[in-house]
Each structure stands twice: as C-alpha cells, then as structure tokens.
C-alpha cells in the first residue's frame, strides 16, 4: 500500500490521545463510598477478565477509528495482492521521438518529461529495481542512480520515431522479470502526438500485469507546417544525388524559420533558412551505396520544433525481381515466338529474367518456380503442372498468361486464371485499350500513369475472355474484357486478352510493351519490392543509430493516393510518405486518455504531470469503499463495547 | 400547607428537625390513611360510650344503658396490651450512608422509622424499649408505656450517631441474653455483616419466644449501583477499595446483592419473623403497615 500524501501519516500522532485517555482513565475513576463493596468486589472479581477484554477492545476500536481515518486522509492506493511502490519495480518508458524537441515556454517536451523522471526516481529506494526504454534505444535496468545517469540533459533523438506501441511491447519483455520483485508500475511519458499513439490502445495493455500511469507532456507548439517533399534521384556527374524540395507554410519576418534534412547514415544534417515570403526550401545531397535511402525533413521556427513538423521519405532500388518466362507455344526452330518478343522487354531490368523453351516447359518443377518471383507464361500449351503452379500462386507467386496463338487454354489453366476463354474473335478495323478502364492498382506504378501510353497499340485479334473467378481490370474501347485478375492464396494472376505476336496487332511492337511487361510484373511482386520496406517492423528496433536492419518503421502498405512517385528503368525509384504518417506535434492528451479504459490505467492530467503523488499513485482499487465499511464496523463495536450507562429503575 | 400523611414520604420527614416531631407526623399522618382503624378498642377496658349507627357490632351495644334511656349506645374500650416490643437499631458506619448529596441516610431513616413505631407503640400504650446496635449492643432501654419512655428513646435515637464496624452478631445475642419477656423484636438495619452469624443471633432470639421483624434499610444509589463509568468504590466501614467499571458490574452486582436479600429474607421467615427491604426513599406507612400487620398476627 502507498499513500498519496505520506505528510498526513503525522496524523498518527494522534493515537496518543485514546491511549491517554485509557491510562489516565483509571487514575480520573471517582472515588465513591459503597457500604455494599464487598458485592462490588466480588462483581470486579467474577467480570475481571471480560472487563479487561472490553477495555483492549474498546482502546483498540479508539485507535482504529483515528488511524483509520488518518490513512483515509493520506490517500492509500493498493495495487491488488503485490504492492507496488517506491520499493517496487518501476518501467518508465520516456518517448524520445523527435516530437519531444518541440518546446512551449523555455523548455523542450523532452527537459519536462526527464524532470518528471528524476523527480521520480529522487523518491525511490536507492535500490528500486527500475527499468527505462527510450525511443530508438536500447532497455537500461538497474538502479535509480544507473538511470538517472542515463538520461542525458538533451536527447540523441534517432530520425525517426518508436511509436508508444513499440515502447510498450518492450517494456513488457521486461515484465515478467520484474514482476517477481512485485506489482510493477509501469510510466509513460509522451507527447501523445498522432505518430506516438499509432497502433495504440487497450489491445496493448491487455496482457500487461502492472499499473500503468500515462503522463502526456504538453506544451504549445509553433505554427509552421511542411508540405510533401517531392524529389527525385539522378546520376550526375558528381554522382548521385539527392534532390529535394518541400513547400513551407508560417515563415515570417518576426521568426526565424529554418528546414532541416537528414539522411540516415550521413553525420551532419543539413539546414536552408527560409525567408519571409518564401515559401519553398530545396536541398540536394549525395547519395551512397544502393540504398534504399531514409531521411527525414522537418522546420525549427525559433529553435523549437514546429507543429505538423516532419515528413519522411524513402528512396530505393526497386528490388530485383526473378522472372520466368515459360514458352509453351512454339517449337526450337521457329523464328521469333511469342516469348521471343517477351524476353526482349527484359534484357536488362530485372536481371534475373529467364526464358525456357517449350521442349524445357514441361522440367519447370517446384524447386524451379520456388527461385521465380513472376511467371510469365506464354501460349495455352504443354508448359509445366498445373498443381505445381497452383502451388506457387498460392504460396505468394505471381502469373502472368499470354495467348501466343488462336487456340484457347485448356479447361485447368482457365481454372487457374480465374477466367473463361469463349472462342477468339478478329477486330477488322482494330481494337484499341480504354483509357479509362485500366485504373487498376496493377498499372499504379506505370510511370506518369499516361492514359495514352497504353492507348496506342491496336489489336486486330483478341481472344474473348469472360472473368469467372477473377475480375476484369482493363477493358478494351468497346467493352471486352483484355485483362483478368484474381488472387489466390498470397499470389495473383493475370490472364491477357492479346498476345505480343504480329497476329494480335501491334502491341510488341510499341515501346509501350516494356512498359507494360515491367509494370505488370512490379506490380504483381509486392511483397518482395518496396512495399516490402514500408511494413511494420513487428519486434522493436534495438540496433545503433543508423540505417535500421530492417527496411524501415512505418505501418501499413502504401495507399493509392499516398504520393508515391516512380521511374522505370534504371533510375532509382523514390516512395514519399503518406501524408498521415508524417509527424504532427499537437499534443492529444485526451486521445491518449479514450485509448486505455482499463482500470489500471490512468492518464494524469497534463497540468499535473510532475505531480509525484500522481506518478506514485495506485489506484487499482479505490480504497474509499472499504474506508467506510471499515470505520463503520469499528464505530458499531466501539459502541456495542462501550455501550449506554444503564441505570436500572429503582 | 403540609399535609399529615405527606410526612410519611422521607424526602417530607427529613425536613422536620426534631425527631419527636417527626414521629409525631409520621404516625399522626399514617393515622389519617387508615382511617377507620381495624386496631382501635382491641382492648377491654371501657373507654366511653358513642351512639350506635347503623353497621356497628349488635354485641358491642350496652343493653343497660338502652334500658335506662331507650337509646342505643355502643361501649367503646381503650386499647390494652401486653405488647413488648423492642427497637433495634443499628448504628454502625455504614448506616450513615446516603447515596446522593443531601439525602437521608440509612441510620436517618432507621431512627426516623424507629421513632415512629414507638410513638405508635406509646400511644397504643405498648411497652416499647430501644437496643442501640454496633459492634456490639451500645445501648438498651427496657421497655415501658409511658410518655416519659418515649421521650427518653427519641432523645437517644436523636444523639445516636454512626460509628463503628457492623457486627450485628454480639450485639443481638446480648440482647437475647438480656431480654427475658417475650417481646417483639424489630431490627433496623443494612444487614451489611456476616449473615450467618447474624442469622444464628437471630436464631437464638426466635428460640427464646420473640417475634422478630427485620427492616433492612439500604439507600437506592447501593441497591441500584446507581453510577456510571470507572468507579473507585470504598467501604466506609474497613475503607477497603475496588476499581472497577460500575456499568460492567451492574448486573453481576445487583445479582449478587439480591442473592443476598434473599437469603436475608429465606432465613428471617424460617425463624418465623418478618422481612422487609427498604430503601431511605420507601414511604414510612410501608414499614408502619408491616408492623402492625406482625403485630396484628401476635396478637
């Protein structure tokens, strides 16, 4: 049990007073003169004892109703069974994100949130077992002493933030470890920014077997907000290099704005400083090794960090993606098949394109597509077993079919792609591809999304496809379907209407089919491109400051209107984050408090976040009802023992 | 105005100073209440003659005096006893307890009893003596039927004062030693002794042919124990003391002391005696009834 106002145990004092009355009770008893003593005395002799008992019951009813209600004053907080307290284990988990730089009145989120830690560990036992996590840092355990020498006077905050979610489950690696040394308590200092409370809620606390305090740090913040950098990546002749330019709003002349860029992995960040009327900072920096590159931009305005303050992004390599393209339409000694002409869209991006013959079609085993990311299958004919490549989708692999002659695929193939092949039909005057019908996520990251790059070939064959399983994402001008795709299992696959032969029009012809041919298979390989570095990492990160061993922090896939921007061919491509992941720093102390209705939550109001009393508060179980019970039980003995002087009737 | 029979309250008595006075009240007011008293002319000597009025005794009519005058008169007799009766009183310490401030205490109200039953006796003309009980037998006076007797036992029962240990014992087996007629004897006093003994005094008196009445006399505050809180009880007689929690006490004490009347009353009545509790605040025609009833029954 620990008390919220330790002063108020003076109170005890207090005890004196019953005591005194008890012994100095005997001495004030009246003398009185009784001719019939002698029944008197035999009366004491016979109650003797029960009247001794009455006496300790009574004087100990009278001590407990002044203690009793001196504890209720100094505000007892039990946690349950295992007590926690300033002997017990604490977890201080200090959010170090860079949103703890923003500073209100003289001082940073982050000097208030140490304040409020030292001021903490000032009151504990000098052997407190006490555990810190930082963001971005690694767990310090050990004694108060240890941790207040870890907490330095300005934080190394890394570029970009552990979300309180992250903090969290660290912490809870190191529950049951201190757990044994008690209930422990655990304390979360934050800003409670948007980016903090990612992710969070009770879902978090669930399984946690502590107290849980949560201390928003507040403050006002200065009103200067970024728009979305827009860069690019190119060779020079310096070589590559970084160039980067982001909108600025709330610079004026009565503050000094300035925008900062940091690149992981390069030591000194730099700074533009925006003018009055500006409303615009550029930046270019050199770029090395492959990436993918990280950074961050964010805007000081008089040294403080700036509301709606930072924008990430991540530049990289698209990742090399394996292809198989699989002929099984035309024989050894023909010219130039089908898949002739589909290799060639791949000589050079990605270099792991790989085309087998028709006589090899049917060796394409499992242990063949298990190294294959794309399958690129073209004509209905032999080619490798059906269950294998079932298999494969299924397994997160991606198919791509192509008509290579007049014939339709075989009833199993057409199973596999979702698809039914109702005949093959000519188009005299030439079939051209909606513009507007191929807005599909398969042609998202087709460069410039150009409705008329695709709208040029003319197709003078087609076969007649109708989805059956899967779904048609391009249309023809007149409405047929020239494209359908399904998922199955963590795969997908794309049946074509066309084919890239003279017979079907003009398609491989035109510069377009490359185009095409990669968008496809980017789009159709997301888990192994730059999709892949914008998942959330699930353990907390735990590496020194530098590039992350994983690709990256942040949440989720990206979303269609998220501002990515990309280049095929050899130049870098470069994914900007979305909007909401970039950082705002308004605190939201009461978005924080509607995240945790668990009773071993509490959320201390920001105006008292140093408050101790809070800190050290427990209220699991809210003493005030038992308080009452109690003084009333005691209050009936001490009336029951002491009872109402009975004076018989004559 | 005072009436007569408001005397017979205690609280009314003790303003009168003199005992003679007192006792003259008491029984003139324990007079009034009764009436038309059963006990006048029990006796045969001819006391005068009044008319006859429808109710009176057709045997009591003088038939002589009829004849002589053709009225009827009844004959009416002074009263005329042999009544001994002797007024023990006890004087010990302990008789001069009063609970509550101003009150009468015991030894008060047993002398004030005490006078009254010999006013009462004198003027029914009954011998009546006095026996001044302590630790031993301090005083007796025979017992004789004069005015002058009566004087002399109220002035007694006036300088008489509490003092001394209660040893009822010595005293009342002097007095069986020295009382040889038949008498009543009646005993004022808390009986705050030895019982036994007492009882054996007794005892002894019954054998020799008295009649005993026994008023114990206790003050309402040590039948009740009518106190509060811790208590430091003294005996005033060995100044013995007892801390103790009267309200704790209460009940056991009380229990105690009617375990002990009780006996007190068990063993009187086997001795064929009388035994009456009363408390200084207990009317005096109680006790006044009680007697004449006794002596109703002698004689």
């Known amino acids: 049990m620990t008390f919220g106002d330790r002063s108020v145990l003076v109170g005890l004092v207090a005890l004196a007073i019953p005591l005194a009355i008890h012994l100095l009770g005997r001495r004030r008893a009246r003398r009185v003169p009784l001719p019939t003593v002698r029944f008197a005395d035999g009366a004491h002799q016979a109650t003797r004892g029960r009247l001794w008992l009455k006496r300790a019951a009574l004087l100990g009813c009278r001590l407990a109703v002044i203690a009793l209600l001196v504890l209720a004053l100094a505000q007892p907080q039990t946690g349950g069974a295992r007590e926690s307290g300033p002997g017990g284990p604490w977890i201080i988990c200090l959010d170090t994100s860079p949103s703890m730089l923003a500073s209100g009145k003289g001082t940073t989120r982050y000097e208030q949130a140490r304040e409020a830690v030292l001021r903490l560990l000032a009151h504990l036992d000098g052997t407190s077992p006490v555990t810190l996590v930082r963001s971005g840092r690694e767990t310090v355990q050990g004694t108060p002493e240890r941790i207040r020498a870890a907490l330095p006077q300005k934080p190394t905050v890394w570029w970009h933030d552990e979300p309180l979610a992250s903090l969290i489950a660290r912490a809870a690696v190191n529950l049951p470890e201190t757990a044994r040394q008690g209930r422990p308590c655990l304390v979360l200092l934050t800003d409670a920014t948007d980016w903090a409370l990612r992710n969070l809620g009770p879902a978090q606390f669930k399984d946690l077997d502590a107290e849980v305090r949560l201390v928003p740090i507040g403050g006002e913040t200065r009103n200067g907000r970024l728009g979305l950098p827009r860069f690019t990546v190119a060779e020079t002749e310096e070589g590559r290099r970084l160039f980067l330019d982001v909108d600025v709003a709330g610079a004026d002349a009565s503050r000094s704005t300035t925008v900062h860029l940091a690149l992981v992995g390069q030591s000194r960040p730099q700074s533009v400083a925006v003018g009055p009327g500006e409303a ?368 018989p009737s004559p | 105005m005072v009436r007569p029979e408001q005397y017979l309250n205690p609280e009314i008595a003790r303003r009168v100073k003199r005992l003679d006075l007192k006792a003259k009240f008491i029984v003139e007011g324990f007079l009034v209440g009764l009436h038309d008293s059963p006990y006048r002319g029990l006796s045969l000597e001819f006391s005068e003659h009044r008319k006859y009025v429808p109710g009176d005794d057709p045997r009591r009519l003088d038939w002589t005096a009829w004849a002589k005058t053709d009225r009827l008169y009844i004959k009416t007799y002074q009263a005329e006893t042999n009544l001994a009766a002797y007024l023990l009183v006890d004087t010990s310490r302990s008789m001069g307890y009063a609970g509550a401030a101003g009150a009468m205490t015991k030894l008060e109200y047993a002398t004030a009893l005490a006078a009254a039953l010999g006013y009462l006796l004198t003027s029914q003309n009954d011998t009546v003596g006095l026996g001044l009980l302590g630790s031993d037998l301090h005083k007796l006076i025979s017992p004789r039927c004069s005015r002058r007797q009566l004087v002399r036992i109220l002035a007694e029962l006036a300088q008489t004062k509490a003092a001394g240990v209660t040893s009822l014992a010595p005293g009342l087996h002097a007095v069986a030693r020295r009382v040889k007629r038949r008498s009543l004897i009646v005993l004022l006093s808390d009986l705050v002794d030895e019982f036994s003994e007492v009882l054996e005094a007794l005892r002894r008196l019954a054998f020799r042919g008295h009649d005993l009445v026994v008023f114990q006399i206790l003050d309402p505050r040590e039948q009740n124990l009518d106190m509060t809180g811790p208590v430091v009880l003294k005996d005033p007689e060995t100044g013995a003391e007892v801390a103790t929690d009267a309200d704790h006490i209460r009940a056991e004490y009380a229990h105690r002391l009617d375990a002990f009347v009780q006996r007190c009353r068990r063993g009187v009545k086997e001795l064929g005696g009388d035994f009456a509790v009363m408390t200084t605040s207990t009317p005096f025609d109680r006790a006044l009834c009680r007697f004449l009833a006794e002596r109703k029954r002698r004689f």
Do not use: C
């Open chain 1, 280 to 647: 615009r900072a550029k930046f270019t920096a050199p770029l090395e090794g492959t990436g993918p590159w990280q950074g961050r931009v964010w805007i000081v305005i008089d040294d403080a960090l700036a509301a709606d303050n930072e924008r990430f992004f991540t530049a990289a390599e698209p990742a090399p993606i394996r292809v198989l393209i699989v002929d099984a339409a035309h024989a050894e000694n023909e010219p130039v098949g089908a898949a002739d002409l589909v290799a060639a869209a791949f000589p050079g991006l990605p270099p792991a394109a790989k085309k087998v013959t028709r006589a090899q079609s049917d060796a394409v085993d499992e242990a063949a597509l298990g190294q294959t990311d794309v399958v690129l299958w073209i004509g209905p004919q032999a080619g490798p077993s059906f269950d294998a490549v079932e298999r494969f989708v299924r397994g997160g692999g991606a198919l791509i079919w192509l008509p290579a002659n007049a014939e339709e695929p075989e009833e199993k193939l057409a199973e596999l792609l979702g698809a039914e092949v109702d005949g093959v039909e000519t188009a005299a005057d030439g079939a051209t591809i909606n513009p507007g019908g191929y807005a599909s996520d398969l042609l998202a990251a087709f460069e410039g999304g150009a409705a008329a790059d695709l709208a040029g070939p003319v197709f003078t064959q087609r076969l007649v496809l109708k989805p059956r399983r899967g779904s048609a994402s391009i249309h023809f001008t007149d409405g047929r379907t020239a494209v359908v795709s399904q998922t199955r299992g963590r795969g997908r696959t794309v049946a074509l209407a066309v084919g890239p032969g003279k017979t079907w029009g003009n398609l491989a012809a035109r510069p377009e089919f490359v185009v095409l041919m990669h968008s496809l298979v980017e789009a159709l390989a997301p888990d192994r491109t730059y999709r892949a570095m914008n998942r959330v990492v699930g353990r907390p990160w735990r590496g020194q400051e530098g590039p992350a061993r994983g690709p990256g922090n942040y949440p989720g896939a990206l979303p269609a209107d998220s501002g990515a921007q990309g280049r095929l061919g050899r130049s870098p491509y470069s994914v900007n984050l979305p909007p909401e992941e970039t950082a705002d720093l308004t605190p939201q102390p009461n978005r924080l408090a509607a995240a945790f209705s668990d009773q071993r939550t509490r959320v201390l109001d920001p105006s008292q976040a140093f408050d101790l009393k809070g800190l050290m508060a427990h209220p699991a179980t809210n003493p005030a009802a038992w308080f009452v019970v109690a003084l009333t039980l005691v209050l009936a003995a001490e009336t029951f023992l002491a009872g109402r002087p009975r004076r």
